[in-house]
């Protein structure tokens, strides 16, 4: 029971993780688009503009490449030793996996709040 919810809190904070990614990505692009307009928004730079939705859509790129790219475990559930073994190498794993995008995503929010405070 303890095992699986483990398991079950990685997956969750990976799919967690990608729902903020794309949801920040699509507010990022919308609100860079609407604040081109605002007079006060104009002298700040292209590139600091998009840097916020080039780092959520980055964190989002690596979700799923590393979801795809992640390889099937087999238990063997004869040998207790090497089942929970095998078990923590996939916790570890998942683990890691989101670092790099939790990491981008929070550039991103970074870069947001960099692009308003250089307008204002």
Same mark, same amino acid.
């Given at each position: 029971m303890i095992l699986a919810s483990n398991l079950e809190y990685a997956r969750a904070t990976i799919q967690t993780l990608q729902a903020l990614s794309a949801a920040l990505l699509t507010a990022s692009v919308a609100a860079a688009v609407a604040l081109r307009a605002v007079s006060r928004f104009q002298d700040v730079p292209v590139t600091l503009a998009g840097l916020p939705s080039v780092c959520f859509a980055s964190a989002l790129l690596s979700l799923v490449v590393t979801g795809l790219a992640r390889r099937r475990q087999l238990f063997d559930f004869n040998a207790l030793d090497a089942t929970l073994t095998a078990y923590e190498d996939l916790l570890s794993?998942?683990?890691?996996? &989101?670092? /790099?995008? %939790? &990491?981008? /995503?929070? %550039?991103?929010?970074?870069? %947001?709040?960099a692009v308003l405070l250089s307008a204002g």
């Open positions: 794993r998942r683990r890691r996996d &989101a670092f /790099l995008p %939790a &990491a981008l /995503l929070g %550039a991103g929010l970074i870069a %947001a709040f």
